[in-house]
């Protein structure tokens, strides 16, 4: 397997969010690496409307561009970081509607999570994505970065300016996945005949 594609999910899409400077701080933490090709999935830009398709997702019987489109980007990762706020102690709808919006693409595919809010720090939101990610047949990562009052990292540019645990939560989150996804990816290949 030639290096594992991690994609980075944003999943506000709030106006004003620090989701974006989040991902893109965990970007840069997962490119220094060196073991990812790394791309960043804005779901504020892939705009998926709310679940529209006539089928199953299971069935993979798309009749949407903006379904079909979805379907390939997820399909060609390796691994996935979900980048989450907490909206009332849980994650929020635009995140589910994507996640709920294919089946066998997130199958068998290491899942991590870097949440962030106020004293929570988004793992209520984390808890509730475990139980969602387990039931796409995905591998949710014991490691995680947390983080609390998250606009206090952030600088007058928009950018998340990290703490020691918030790095070395990434990088043991990050060699986890690495672990992981070359794993995984057998259990992919189609079945012999």
Known sequence: ????????????????????????????????????????????????PFMNEPHHPRLRQYVHQHTKEWS?????????????????????AVLKNALDYLHGEWQYKPVGF?????????????????????????????????????????DEEGRVRPNDVMNQSADAMLAEIARLAPAFHSLRAPSAP
């Open 1 to 48: 397997m030639s290096r594992p594609i991690l994609q980075i999910i944003v999943a506000s899409t709030r106006p004003g969010r620090v989701g974006l400077p989040v991902a893109e701080w965990f970007r840069d933490r997962a490119v220094a690496q060196g073991v990812f090709d790394v791309e960043v999935v804005d779901l504020a830009e892939v705009d998926l």
């Open 72 to 92: 390939a980007t997820v399909e060609r990762a390796d691994a996935f970081v979900l980048v989450t706020p907490e909206y009332n102690h849980s994650f929020n």
């Open 114 to 154: 870097v949440s962030y809010g106020g004293v929570s720090a988004g793992t209520r939101a984390v808890q509730m994505l475990k139980q969602i990610v387990s039931g796409l047949k995905m591998l949710p990562v014991v490691e995680a970065v947390a983080i609390p009052f998250v606009r206090e990292f952030v």
